[in-house]
């Protein structure tokens, strides 16, 4: 399970900077929201998982508040899915 929480990390994080440096600029740049529109449904399903996962590994894992909060936060955080990936999740495997 902690294969399929770090396969969402990666795509969370990876949709979140598409949808960031890419869709978003497209759309106010040229008018072309289509981007947006592609990637926005896919990107909040897994940031929905991505959260999900963190609540149920938080318990299994005995993340203190301060990691979990750290985790929770780092969904927000361009790049940051990817840190909780090295930091976090890489050593439980």
Known sequence: MIKLFRLITLLEGSSYLLLLFIAVPLKYLVGDESFVKLLGMPHGFLFILYIVFAFVFQKKMKWSLINFLII?????VPFGTFYIDKKYLRKII
Do not use: E, G, Q, R
């Open 72 to 76: 929770l936060v780092a969904s927000v």
